[in-house]
């Protein structure tokens, strides 16, 4: 249960972000050395009961070696294998893969985490969800029924919105409730079809930016590309098409910023 747990957690590409200063990236000196040069893609983490993959969790009744080894093999499967290891601490060690990724173990108060990290300069630009400092395969508590995500650029904070905690825990397109999860759809890949009506909000209510005048510029710059943006757009096509949809305005609004986004991208 718990390998395949682990697999298929990481294919729905929940990427955990920690805030600068705060958490693994403060404390202890030697983790936040580390996450100077590599950024946390994926995180684990083994308590004796459980097994907690980018924010969801199954009971696992293993043991914690064996569940560290189920989850260095998931991760090398899919990223590589080792090329070297080393001792930053009696409590953290980092295994370097071929190309950019490394796995970070570290073990702390009873749990075992294990990290897959990426260099920072080879670092994607992603749509992450807020992570718990201390516990990042959590993520911040939920508030409202949502979870707190962000899009980033490399390693650059831009701007957050919400997505259902519903979807967070089972992210079926069936369970897409808020325009976030369209958006984590889209990264996911595939070819996904959402049935249900979902609002554009464009008020600083739901979605807040820092760096930009319309925050749906740096959100329209990872969706395009990401795997499934094709099925957003035609999610996105039909709620104009049906005329008499209560969003369709809005849909229309944030179709011309992807396509600005676009124009922009190949001039």
């Known amino acids: 249960m718990g390998d395949s747990f682990i697999r298929e957690r990481i294919k729905c590409r929940f990427h955990p972000y920690i805030m ?8 202890p000196p030697q983790l936040a050395q580390l996450l100077n040069a590599f950024e946390p893609l994926h995180v684990i983490g083994l308590t004796k009961t459980e097994c907690i993959v980018d924010g969801a969790a199954v009971l696992d009744g293993r043991s914690l070696r064996e569940k560290r080894e189920a989850a260095l093999s998931a991760l090398m499967e899919e990223f590589g294998e080792a090329a070297k290891k080393r001792e930053l ?6 295994i370097e893969l071929e190309g950019p990724y490394a796995i970070l173990l570290f073990y702390e108060g009873g749990v075992w985490f294990v990290s897959l990290c990426v260099k920072r300069e080879a670092c994607p630009e992603r749509f992450v969800f807020i992570a718990d400092g201390k516990a990042p395969c959590l993520p911040t508590p939920y508030m409202n029924g949502k979870v707190l ?35 984590f759809l889209a990264q996911m890949g595939g070819d996904w079809v959402v049935t249900r009506e979902i609002k554009v909000d464009l008020s600083c209510h739901y979605i807040y ?3 930009f005048s319309n925050p749906y510029k740096s959100i329209a710059r990872i969706l395009r590309k990401t795997p ?9 096509y039909i709620q104009i098409m049906m005329g008499g949809g209560e969003y369709a305005d809005d849909w229309r609004i944030f179709l011309k910023t992807l396509e ?3 124009c922009a991208s190949t001039s």
């Open 260 to 262: 600005e986004t676009q």
């Open 149 to 183: 995500c962000a899009a980033v650029s490399s390693d650059r904070f831009e701007t957050t919105f919400s997505i259902s905690e519903e979807f967070f825990k089972d992210p079926r397109p069936e369970n897409a409730a808020l325009l976030g999860d369209l958006f």
């Open 209 to 211: 930016f820092f760096f």
């Open 20 to 27: 600068e200063g705060c958490g693994w990236k403060r404390y």
């Open 89 to 94: 601490g009696f409590n953290i060690e980092l």
């Open 228 to 236: 499934g943006v094709r099925s957003l757009l035609r999610y996105a």
